[in-house]
């Protein structure tokens, strides 16, 4: 199974954001499994790469040729596929990946999540999608989205196709019930 997973391009002021994050490339390499993400060095982008690398994960970064000088492109993912627009590389990660988890970031990695999210809400896509809710980052915005199905412009079953977990491993065993599910 292939994860691709969205995160800042920084690292925030909190070590538990870059403990997650190396934690997270860690279980998707003992897993087997395969990391696609956006292909830069800077951040938590490159905490997650590097420690996938470490434990024998393969991992394809997809990067806008633009952004190889401004985000740095990573010198040792498995495979760096260049792409010519944001449009490009969210469609090519979107392609790759079998599930999507979204890390603490800022607004690139929120607009990603959304983007994925939508997609499946308009049933392009049946991949299953989650947050990992480190350090109860992700709360406001889960209450926020609640707010959005208590008045009435969100579906209670959409809602919950958002899965969120502070544990990794129980986040990435919903991920995969889901995933196997869907394939049935
Ligand atoms: P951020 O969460 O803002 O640190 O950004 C995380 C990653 O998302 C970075 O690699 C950004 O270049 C990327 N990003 C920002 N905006 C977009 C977008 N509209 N489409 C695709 N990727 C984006």
Known sequence: MKICV?????EG???RF???????????ASRGWGLVYGGARNGL?????????AGGGEVIGVIPEHLVQREVSHPSVTRLIRVDSMHERKAAM?????????LPGGIGTLEELFEIWTWRYLALHA??????????????????????????????????TLIADEQIESLLD???????????
């Open 6 to 10: 969205y995160l800042g391009s920084r």
């Open 13 to 15: 002021n909190d070590p």
């Open 18 to 28: 870059v403990e997650a994050t190396e934690a997270l490339g860690r279980a998707i």
């Open 45 to 53: 982008m490159g905490r997650l790469a590097d420690a996938c690398l």
């Open 94 to 102: 979107a392609a790759h990946a079998d599930a999507f988890v979204a």
């Open 127 to 160: 991949k299953p999608l989650g947050v990992l809710n480190t350090a109860d980052f992700y709360t406001p915005l889960l209450t926020f989205l609640d707010t959005t199905v208590e008045h009435g412009f969100l579906d209670r079953r959409t809602r919950e």
């Open 174 to 184: 919903r991920l995969a019930r889901v995933h196997a599910e869907a394939a049935l």
